[in-house]
């Protein structure tokens, strides 16, 4: 038991490390390729997506691991891709029809100009969440591990490679390559845990979705504030 545990721990440890490692490595050469506006650009961005992406799935994701059968934890996970895809469509949604009040709001007119990709990066975030969260639950780490690290090596290489252009040398291209970053990682999440579609979704049924929204409703109550 304490051996696994181990294992897991450093498997985590070293994804992180090594993702972080790599940012930091390379974040001189981003900086100097893209300036404090193209970064702070991206990083309000990322900050605006941050914050969706606490409420795409409502906090139900956090449930998956503490699930009492595989039954329901698969129901939960099929719960939380369900909330993010209609939560992205609602930000669409929003974003086409506040778009002048929208425009008049941000003076920063690049970051308006990239703000629809907003409902493509929440849905991202959320169906990685909440697999990561299932994954977690089967102690899938070293796969965890490896998609982190797959992420942060797509954001830094197509963050190098848009900058090297001077043409495309803008905050897009950082929010671009954060977008990039994460569709790999989401879509390594999918392929390690294709295998189990199947399961996942063999016994869904409607009450069974609203029987597990009910009984971990505390989580979207107290973790989204």
């Known amino acids: 038991m304490i051996n696994t545990f181990r294992n897991n721990f450093l498997k985590l440890t070293a994804g992180n490390s090594l993702s972080s ?29 941050s914050i969706a992406g606490v409420l795409s799935c409502l906090r139900y994701e956090t ?8 039954k329901e934890a698969n129901t939960l996970l099929a ?40 409902p493509l990066g929440v849905l991202l975030n959320g169906s990685f969440a909440a697999l990561s969260f299932w994954n977690t639950r089967k102690q899938n780490f070293n796969v965890l591990a490896f998609t982190q690290l797959a992420s942060q090596t797509t954001y830094v290489g197509s963050a190098i490679s848009l900058g090297i252009l001077a043409s495309i040398r803008t905050a ?16 390594l999440l ?4 294709i295998s189990h579609a199947k399961f996942i979704f063999r016994d869904l049924t409607l ?15 107290y973790g989204t504030w």
Not at 174 to 186: A, D, H, V, W, Y
Not at 207 to 221: C, D, E, N, T, W
Request: charged content about 10%; glycine content about 6%; hydrophobic content about 55%.
């Open 79 to 118: 719960l939380c891709l369900l909330i993010c895809t209609i939560f992205s469509t609602i930000t669409f949604v929003l974003l086409f029809v506040f778009k002048d009040q929208l425009s008049l709001m941000f003076e920063d007119k690049i970051l308006f100009t990239w703000l629809p990709l907003l």
């Open 207 to 221: 009450a069974g979705i609203v029987k597990v929204m009910s009984r971990y409703r505390k989580f979207p109550l």
């Open 190 to 193: 999918i392929f390690f845990s």
């Open 172 to 187: 897009g291209s950082l929010i671009l390559s954060t977008l990039l970053g994460k569709s790999i990682s989401l879509l």
């Open 21 to 49: 490692l790599i940012l930091l490595i390379a974040s001189p050469i981003i900086a100097r390729n893209y300036g404090p506006e193209g970064f702070g650009t991206a990083t309000i961005f990322v900050s605006i997506l």
């Open 63 to 70: 449930a998956i691991v503490i699930c009492k059968s595989e």
